[in-house]
């Protein structure tokens, strides 16, 4: 009984799930607190812009560990700027353990811009946070500016919150206003956009960051930055590609740039303190780069210094000491990926490989809608053809195992959703194989149960029995067929990726349809009541 309690309420949350995330793809406006999430398309699907790079080491003297950690540089190098760049869902990855990078700008017909922002030279620079001061002169500068000129930024209008304009003719006429009135009066524009919607000051939502990024290409805007200081935004966080962001007022001046950093490495610290402990960033510095960051240092201290890679802030260190030896420990709570995934980006500054673009190509809007109308048309003929065999040949158990194949196929769509997977030609492929394989583990559980019943078996009997003898070899061939699926994305590329991830969560998919819920049905209409005859 506790059996069938426990698969019911996994039958219910599955289903539940699988319909929260299903249901956008074909229901529209639903409200607020539904999932914001959508089945995303791929370039092959949507149309868009495909560059192949080649990282040229051939000239450089490199060992296999140098080459090999440039190619990862590039590829992260490049992941930043084509995020800067604005594409939506962008897929960049390497070609196996080549030295090839292949980037999908889906959406985008003219690849020029990218491939100019592709090929410009990283900058990796070390910069002083500014003062409170400094702070306080630059907001004030920017909210003025832009009072004064917001109808040249229309799309700002949504942070004038002046209330009511009857307010603002009335100060306008009077003469005298003192100073608390004039304040209140003031229309503080940057100051609301970069205020997050829980109040943190200097923290951007994430909403709103396209529209930061535009002001800040804007020369009029920059113009009233005061002299000496810039804006610039945090990175993505990698565990909320969504949140908020912090917003930084830097010195201009690099005080010093990557040229000058010789390695840095990824450590494990082994001290008492907690902050001495786990994964930590040691910097080293060539000798010149020692001198300065010895200089740097010992004037700051106390006073934090940011640094940067394509003027986008990774982290803003405080200095707590002069550093003599040109060595640098960067130390917080930081995951073993999270340090070498910084690390390759410090290296950045210093690696000497050159990218070069062998290969581009664009994918029209019309081939993509092809895609689509032929890949859906062959999911329905197969569907159709697997639901009408299953009917007629099994009756009105056939029509069960229907059932489990088309809630198999909205837990894939579901799944592909929740995990912002992305949809390509090889991933609607998987789908239609998987509509093929949802069955066959059916079709192993029904020719055991008229067996059992040619055995003179009631059934009741037949049916458990039938399940339970069928258990084993489900199981084995989808779990070998779940293993190829994995070797496929382990060691495949893109197109074979999508393919693989498609098919693994089909299996998982068709394994719960199978064995949990057509089981479920079972019981439910079957032999729970007191049948002599099973249609079957």
């Known amino acids: 009984m506790k059996n069938k309690k426990f698969r019911g309420l996994i039958i219910v949350v599955v289903l539940l799930v699988t319909a929260y995330f299903f249901a956008p793809l074909v229901i529209p406006n639903l409200p607020s ?27 450089l003297k490199l060992s296999e560990k140098e080459k090999e950690d440039a190619v990862k540089t590039a590829l992260e190098i490049i992941r930043n700027r084509i995020d800067q760049f ?19 700008l889906p959406g985008l017909k003219d690849p020029g811009r990218a491939k100019e922002l592709i090929g410009k030279t990283a ?5 002083l946070v500014a003062s409170t001061e400094q702070f306080k002169e630059t907001y004030e500068s920017l909210d003025k500016y832009l009072q004064e000129n917001l109808e040249k930024y229309d ?38 956009l970069t205020t997050s919607e829980e109040g943190y000051p200097m923290v951007i939502d994430y909403k709103n960051i396209p529209i930061l990024k535009k002001l800040l290409k804007d020369n009029n805007f920059l113009k009233n930055v005061p002299e000496g200081l810039q804006v610039a935004i945090e990175k993505e966080n990698k565990n909320d590609l969504y949140g908020p962001r912090r917003v930084f007022i830097l010195h201009k001046r690099a005080e010093i740039t990557g040229k000058y950093l010789e390695n840095a490495q990824t450590k494990i610290g082994q001290g008492y303190a907690p902050k001495d402990q786990g994964p930590y960033i040691a910097l080293k510095f060539n000798k010149t780069g020692a001198r300065k960051f010895k200089t740097i240092t010992g004037q700051n201290i106390d006073k934090k210094l940011a640094i940067l890679l394509d003027n986008v802030v990774y982290m803003d260190p405080i200095i707590q000491s002069r550093i003599p030896n040109g ?4 130390t917080g709570q930081f995951t073993i990926e999270e340090t070498h995934d910084m690390v390759i980006v410090l290296n950045a500054g210093s690696l000497p490989a050159p990218v070069e673009i062998i290969e581009e190509r664009t994918v029209g809007p019309t081939l993509g809608s092809d895609s689509i109308k032929a890949g859906i048309l062959a999911a329905i003929i197969g569907m159709i053809a697997v639901v009408l065999f299953m009917i007629v040949y099994y009756g009105f158990s056939g029509f069960i195992a229907d059932i489990a194949v088309l809630v198999n196929i909205g837990f894939i769509v579901a799944i592909m959703t929740m995990l912002e997977g992305t949809l390509t030609m090889p991933g609607i492929a998987g789908m239609i194989l998987t509509i093929g394989m949802a069955v066959d583990a059916n079709v192993i559980i029904f020719e055991r149960i008229r067996e059992n019943l040619k055995l003179g078996k009631t ?15 489900i199981l084995d061939a989808n779990i070998t067929t779940l293993i190829t699926a994995l070797v496929l994305y382990q060691f495949g590329t893109g197109p074979i990726r999508g393919f693989a991830v498609t098919l693994s969560i089909g299996i998982v998919g068709s394994m719960f349809a199978s064995i949990i819920l057509a089981k479920a049905i079972f019981d439910g209409f079957i032999t729970n009541t007191a049948r002599e005859k099973l249609s079957i």
């Open 155 to 192: 799309f700002l209008e949504e942070f004038a919150d002046i209330e009511e304009d009857e307010e603002v003719v009335d100060i306008l006429e009077t003469e005298e206003v003192d100073d608390e009135e004039e304040f209140e009066s003031e229309m503080r524009i940057f100051t609301d």
């Open 86 to 104: 604005g594409v939506a869902e962008p897929s960049l990855q390497r070609v196996g353990n080549t030295n090839r990078i292949i980037i999908q």
């Open 123 to 127: 900058m990796l620079e070390f910069k």
């Open 459 to 473: 059934v009741r009997t037949a049916v458990d029995g039938g399940f339970s003898r069928a258990l084993v070899t």
């Open 327 to 330: 060595e640098a420990r960067i």
């Open 33 to 59: 607190f539904w999932t914001s999430k959508r089945l995303k398309l791929g370039l092959d699907l949507q149309g868009g812009s495909q560059i192949q790079l080649e990282v040229d080491y051939s000239k």
